[in-house]
């Protein structure tokens, strides 16, 4: 077996290497090109890039990146392609988001695009070319079990560890890709590679924005995109009494506390759900976030053995930076699943997405709903 798993010789082995013009991809053509294997280099053009996009040093897949991957494909020596998926993006992540806000949530397009363009789209692509498996630089390792499938495991390095954002990975899509950065235990080690390979990327700095929406300024995307995003509205307590006025539910996220301008209460106020049919932002004390039970659709389980009515006992992730908590996951109609808390957790905002854990092992997750939207009827804690 080669170190991708293929009983064959590295340069008999197709590699497709998704290039996003950062180190970690590059690092991953370079350790793969350096072992012999036949790689090939594909960078996704997402979106119109604009006249200033090279001074967006920190978004992902920003103005210079195309043109850094094309430099560390052409050191390299490997074939590299840039294919036009902005119609696409724009349809399957962007306007998402901008919907997904609409509804009251609070969207992850990372999630979404490696959901959809990444690991749908590019994989066709990559079947097309006849690789044999596509690699990227996601910091999660891909291991196999004792029956011999693939199993996704969290990066060695807990503070790099991008599980969360791949929930969504698809057995079939788990076959078929690799991760060879996931061992690793620093991006100071990728930094290291990429500079023993002598790439010019190697220093360049990491990733922190949103792709398309490099200023940060979230609100005034979606308001370009859906106009009646920006229209104001009432903040009210939990018995519907009115507190104020709000500018938008663009604005305001489960669990935001400054902004409300609500002054003279005797605790402060967090906001506790967000009711777009009435473009009402509902707020309450801090204990009005705590809540023990939480529902997911669309649910993703990765794990062979399906869920029964007996449930599960799980480690869950609710957003992408807490420490997971333990939870019985229960099935519910048409995809839905419950998830039972063991400790009630704070902030649990619709549109972030429940992920489960069995110690290192992802088993998968489902998209956090408003309580309303799903089929069971019974009450939140």
Same mark, same amino acid.
């Given at each position: 077996?080669?170190?991708?798993?293929? +009983?064959?010789?590295?340069?008999?082995?197709?590699?497709?290497?998704?290039?996003?013009?950062?180190?970690?991809?590059?690092?991953? #053509?370079?350790?793969?090109?350096?072992?012999?294997?036949?790689?090939?280099?594909?960078?996704? =053009?997402?979106?119109?890039?604009? #006249?200033? #996009?090279?001074?967006?040093? &920190?978004?992902?897949?920003?103005?210079?990146?195309?043109? +850094?991957?094309?430099?560390?494909?052409?050191?390299?020596?490997?074939?590299?392609?840039?294919?036009?998926?902005?119609?696409? /993006?724009?349809?399957?992540?962007?306007?998402?988001?901008?919907?997904?806000?609409?509804?009251?949530? *609070?969207?992850?397009?990372?999630?979404?695009?490696?959901?959809?363009?990444? /690991?749908?789209d590019l994989l066709e692509t990559?079947? +097309?070319?006849?690789?044999?498996?596509?690699?990227?630089?996601?910091?999660?390792?891909?291991?196999?079990?004792? +029956?011999?499938?693939? =199993?996704?495991?969290?990066?060695?390095?807990?503070?790099?560890?991008?599980?969360? /954002?791949?929930? *969504?990975?698809?057995?079939?899509?788990?076959?078929?890709?690799? /991760?060879p950065l996931g061992h690793l235990m620093s991006k100071a080690e990728t930094r290291a590679l990429a500079a023993k390979f002598g790439l010019e990327v190697a220093d360049k700095p990491d990733s922190q924005d949103i792709c398309f929406v490099p200023d940060g300024k979230y609100a005034r995307l979606v308001e370009r995109l859906r106009p009646e995003a920006g229209e104001p509205g009432q903040i009210v307590d939990l018995d519907g009494n009115v507190m104020g006025d709000h500018r938008g539910l663009i604005h305001y996220t489960v669990g935001q506390r400054r902004g409300l301008n609500i002054g003279g209460t005797a605790e402060p106020?967090?906001?506790?759900?967000?009711?777009?049919? &009435?473009?009402?932002?509902?707020?309450?004390?801090?204990?009005?976030? #705590?809540? &023990?039970?939480?529902?997911?659709?669309?649910?993703?389980?990765?794990?062979?053995?399906?869920?029964?009515?007996?449930?599960?006992?799980?480690?869950? &992730?609710?957003r992408s930076a807490m420490q997971p908590t333990t939870a019985t996951v229960f099935p519910e109609a048409r995809g839905e699943a419950r998830i039972e808390l063991h400790d009630a957790q704070f902030g649990i905002a619709p549109g972030q997405a429940g992920v489960f854990y069995q110690g290192e092992r992802v088993l998968g997750g489902g998209w956090i709903t408003r309580e309303e939207l799903i089929s069971n009827t019974a009450t939140a804690a």
């Open positions: 077996m080669n170190s991708l798993g293929f +009983d064959k010789a590295p340069e008999d082995t197709r590699v497709v290497v998704a290039m996003s013009g950062g180190v970690d991809s590059s690092a991953v #053509a370079a350790l793969l090109k350096s072992e012999g294997y036949d790689v090939v280099g594909i960078t996704l =053009q997402l979106y119109d890039m604009g #006249a200033n #996009a090279p001074t967006r040093a &920190k978004s992902c897949c920003a103005g210079r990146d195309i043109y +850094d991957a094309r430099k560390v494909a052409e050191d390299i020596d490997i074939p590299y392609y840039v294919l036009d998926y902005e119609s696409r /993006f724009r349809e399957e992540v962007i306007d998402d988001f901008a919907d997904s806000y609409m509804r009251g949530e *609070t969207p992850i397009p990372c999630v979404k695009c490696n959901q959809t363009v990444k /690991f749908r990559s079947y +097309d070319l006849g690789a044999d498996c596509m690699a990227t630089g996601h910091y999660v390792q891909r291991k196999l079990g004792a +029956d011999g499938r693939a =199993q996704l495991h969290r990066a060695a390095d807990p503070n790099r560890d991008q599980s969360y /954002f791949l929930f *969504t990975t698809t057995q079939e899509q788990l076959d078929f890709l690799r /991760f106020l967090y906001v506790v759900k967000l009711v777009p049919e &009435k473009r009402q932002v509902v707020v309450g004390p801090k204990a009005a976030l #705590a809540k &023990k039970m939480v529902y997911v659709k669309e649910l993703n389980w990765l794990d062979g053995d399906q869920i029964d009515e007996n449930g599960v006992e799980v480690e869950v &992730k609710l």
